[in-house]
């Protein structure tokens, strides 16, 4: 069996969980296509995703394609949920980016696209909503075009776009006119391509050499239709059969694989989404699982009690999961999402996307509901890490991460339909961070003159680094000058005393480096060099100073000529950093940077500051540093 691992990613409200439906109907797999309106989709199955009408998880669906497997997920688009797509961004083997034909290229749309090319993921464009009033098609393609990719081709065009009735003729290859736009576009992306056109034109087989860059992730055919009318929809199923299936050698072996989905069953036992990329995984199979802890790898063991796999639509049926497929396993008491199975060498290095930047502190409503409010937390944070719950020092309350208001009344939902327990939030607030000023070192040395009671002798380097670019660490020492208890031990507690800098805030943006080490046979333990490490570490920041910065946000905003002096009022009392501005006899536009924390609250103003006419998109750019004195945490 071969499998398809199809990702449908696009910005908020672009038609991804309504094509999905579109496409399991066309497959036979549904005889009515549900609505996200009236919240009867097969993949927007949680109450508040049917209540709100948005894909707040991640959620597969399956089909058959010509003895292929395609296991569909459809991803949520909002940006509170990023979380989530970067979860399915790790197994997918190919997508579609979804598009409205009305909306158009959007912030997020770019993010996605950018990442889906950094990992040379092979993707399909689909413009989506032809029908509605206001679609647009040649000037759309100039957007993708500017905006995404020079190496698109449109592979249809649009009859009577904006009406109910708009339908999509495909091209084909027979047709020279398109030949000639492939092989324009072909010939740019491939020198030997180039070669052989040139060589003999009338040798090529186009329609091969597309699906090869498609696969390479190069060149990305790009579909007109309507999820909701259906039109356009078989083509691009087509587009799919013929241009995605990535031709690989699933590897036989033991198990590997990564977790990109933990639900809990009826009877509150955990099932992992696994997406294989080796072996096999049967019922009563032992697996290690690894993740990673304070900067080490931990693993787990655990044993299967039932395995499952997609068939059609969200049903799966019991069977033995092969190579290439996602499945569904049950009786691994302590997984959690992100997860690798079978080798630490499948865990991820790091995020695609920003972590969150804003937190809040989450209390229950009855003050007898906290412990099982801190349990409830915990079981959350196994199916999202990122919201990572943690005593808030200065409320000795639990405080959760959040990328901003629409995960927080998730989040509120969730602890009262899942748990029983309502809660309050304090008012949100970004999360800073500390950068290391300078470079500074520290060393300690067994003997008479050392500083501690310790029997350690640790060097130690902090040096700065780019902005970005995270916490390093790493040895200038051999590695075997230490055990590896030891040695663990540093890198551990490097990682754990950095979470709180000169001002309480995660120090980032750094390297620590190893620079000398020494110890006694037996004598020297674990808890001398964490001890040692610590004071160190301590010594070396207050040397360097740290400087303590703000996430920031980029903003875009169109609002009524009419009501510019109201805008720029909100937005200058939202701290905000002005870059650009021009307005025409109808349209204001201004565009720069403002806190995160201001974000929520320009977006609630605006509407009654316009009538409602304000197009305000922003996405988290930088952390800055902030002026005056700095804010500490807790
Ligand atoms: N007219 C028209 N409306 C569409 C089409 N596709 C989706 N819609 C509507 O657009 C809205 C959003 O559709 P969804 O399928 O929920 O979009 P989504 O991308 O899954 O949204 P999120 O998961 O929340 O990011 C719904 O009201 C749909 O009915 C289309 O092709 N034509
Ligand atoms: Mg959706």
């Not at 009033?133 to 009859?159: F, H, N, Q, W």
């Not at 020198?191 to 091969?208: G, H, I, W």
């Not at 989404?273 to 072996?279: I, N, P, S």
Request: aromatic share 6%; hydrophobic share 40%; charged share 25%.
């Amino acid at each position: 069996m071969s499998y398809l691992n199809l990702g449908i990613l696009a910005h908020v409200d672009a038609g991804k969980t309504s094509l999905t439906e579109r496409l399991l109907y066309d497959a036979g797999i549904i005889d009515r296509v549900g609505s996200v309106d009236s919240g009867s989709t097969q993949t927007d199955s949680m109450d508040l995703e049917r209540r709100r009408g948005i894909t707040i998880q991640s959620a597969v669906v399956a089909f058959q394609l010509d003895g292929l497997t395609v296991n569909l997920i459809d991803t949520p688009g909002h940006t509170d949920f990023i979380a989530e797509v970067e979860r399915a961004l790790r197994v997918l083997d190919g997508a579609v980016l979804v598009v409205s034909a009305v909306e158009g290229v959007q912030a997020q749309t770019r993010v996605l696209f950018r990442t889906l090319e950094r990992l040379g993921v092979p993707t399909l464009l689909f413009v989506n909503k032809v029908d509605r009033r206001g679609a647009r098609e040649a000037d759309l393609l100039d957007d993708l075009a500017e905006m995404l990719s020079p190496r698109l081709l449109p592979m249809g065009t649009v009859r009577g776009i904006g009406g109910g009735d708009a339908a999509v003729e495909p091209f084909a290859f027979a047709d020279p006119a398109f030949a000639e736009r492939a092989v324009e576009m072909l010939t740019a992306g491939s020198d030997e391509f180039l070669a052989a056109y040139l060589d003999d034109p009338d040798s090529l087989d186009c329609e091969a050499e597309l699906a090869a860059q498609v696969r390479a992730g190069t060149a990305h055919p790009v579909f007109f239709g309507s999820a909701v009318t259906g039109a356009g929809v078989a083509a691009l199923t087509e587009g799919v059969r013929r241009y995605l299936p990535v031709p690989r050698r699933d590897a036989e072996g033991a198990p590997v694989g990564t977790v990109f989905k933990v639900e809990h069953g009826a009877a509150g036992q955990k099932v992992a989404y696994v997406r294989l990329r080796q072996g096999r995984i049967a019922p009563r199979e032992q697996l290690t699982t690894f993740r990673r802890v304070d900067g080490a790898v931990a693993s787990f063991e655990g044993k299967v009690t039932g395995v499952e796999v997609f068939a059609t639509g969200t049903e799966t049926v019991m069977a033995v999961a092969e190579p290439g497929s996602i499945a569904k396993v049950k009786g691994l008491t302590e997984v959690r999402i992100g997860d690798a199975i079978g080798s630490e060498e499948a865990l991820a290095s790091g995020g695609f996307f920003t972590p969150p930047t804003l937190e809040t502190v989450v209390r229950p409503a009855d003050p007898k509901d906290r412990i099982p409010l801190n349990r409830a937390l915990l079981s959350l944070a196994e199916r999202d890490p990122l919201v990572d719950p943690h005593l808030d020092e200065l409320s000795e309350e639990m405080a959760v991460r959040l990328y901003g208001e629409v995960q927080k009344e998730v989040v509120a939902s969730l602890l009262d339909e899942e748990f029983g327990i309502a809660v309050e939030f304090e008012e949100t607030r970004a999360i800073h961070i500390e950068r290391p000023l300078r470079t500074a070192e520290a060393l300690h040395e067994m003997g008479p003159w050392q500083q501690t009671p310790h029997l350690a002798t640790v060097g130690l380097r902090i040096e700065p680094g780019e902005p970005g670019s995270g916490l390093h660490y790493g040895l200038a020492v051999e590695r075997g000058s230490l055990t590896r208890a030891l040695r663990n031990a540093v890198e551990e507690t490097v990682h754990k005393v950095l979470k709180r800098g000169l001002y309480g805030w995660a120090v980032t943006d750094c390297r620590v480096l190893l620079t000398a080490t020494g110890y006694i046979g037996k004598a020297s333990t674990a808890n001398d060099f964490r001890a040692v490490t610590a004071f160190l570490l301590d010594v070396m920041l207050k040397e360097a100073g740290t400087e303590v910065c703000e996430p920031v946000n980029s903003f875009h905003v169109e609002f009524p000529a009419g009501t510019g002096n109201a805008v720029l009022k909100t937005l200058g009392e939202a701290r905000s950093n002005i870059k650009g501005q021009f307005s025409t006899e109808t349209t204001g536009y201004v565009s720069g940077f403002m806190p995160t924390e201001a974000v929520h609250g320009v977006e609630r103003r605006l509407p009654g500051i316009t009538e409602g006419l304000a197009l305000f998109t922003t996405e988290f750019a930088e952390y800055r540093p902030v002026y005056g004195t700095p804010p500490r945490r807790g």
